[in-house]
Structure formats: C-alpha cells, structure tokens
C-alpha cells in the first residue's frame, strides 16, 4: 500500500520559516512535490522535483520555497522562508510517475495535507 505521509505544518508570523517533509513509502517516485489549496480557491501546484534534481516552483514562491529530496529515503521537503498571509493553506504531498502524473490515478498518489497558516 503506498503512503505519503507528511509532517511540518503550523502557525507562524509573516516573515518567518517552516520545513514540510514528506515520506513515501510503498512505492518508489520519479516525480514528488507539493500542491496547496486555501479556502474557496483551487488546489495548486507549489514545487515539484524529478528523481534527477529537476525542479520547479510556482512563481509565487520562486526565491521564497525550496524543494529537496532524498532519493536514498525516499523523502520530500519544502523549505519555506519569508512567509505570507497569502501562503495560508493545507499543503498536500503528492508523487507520481511525472510532475504532471503527480496525485493522477493510476499510479499517482496523494499525502493527507498539512495546514500552514501564517499570521499577519
């Protein structure tokens, strides 16, 4: 059974920091990344990383977010920095067999979300 399990979430002031980690188990992904959905707007994307080190990054939180992986652990993190009101929102995991493909069905899958909410 595959799961993406995710830890990091939380309250914190504008202009501060918090990390989400994402732990595949399961499966192995090619692509793994990060969506996020805020109260009455649509899912997302936010970064996503190929197994490559390929990555991109809404230009929202381009120079603000960055994403990582460890291919050995089969992991996921997103560093984010300088944080703003507006980066309020439940942030899912997701991985695929590409970026595209990331949380699609078939073989797609989706972590549980985690809630970020940053104060002003």
């Known amino acids: 059974q595959v799961q993406l399990v995710e830890s990091g979430g939380g309250l914190v002031q504008a202009g501060g920091s918090l990390r989400l980690s994402c732990a595949a188990a399961?499966?192995?992904?090619?692509?793994m990344g990060w969506y996020r959905q805020a109260p009455g707007k649509q899912r997302e994307l936010v970064a996503a990383?190929?197994?490559?080190?390929?990555?991109n990054a809404a230009d929202s939180v381009k120079g603000r977010f960055t994403i990582s992986r460890d291919n050995d652990k089969n992991t996921v993190a997103l560093q984010m920095n300088s944080l703003k009101p507006e980066d309020t929102a439940v942030y899912y995991c997701?991985?695929?067999?590409?970026?595209?493909?990331?949380?699609?069905?078939?073989?797609?899958?989706w972590g549980q979300g985690t809630q970020v909410t940053v104060s002003s």
């Open positions: 997701a991985a695929g067999a590409t970026v595209q493909a990331m949380g699609a069905p078939p073989f797609g899958s």
């Open positions: 399961g499966s192995i992904f090619n692509a």
């Open positions: 990383i190929t197994s490559g080190g390929r990555t």
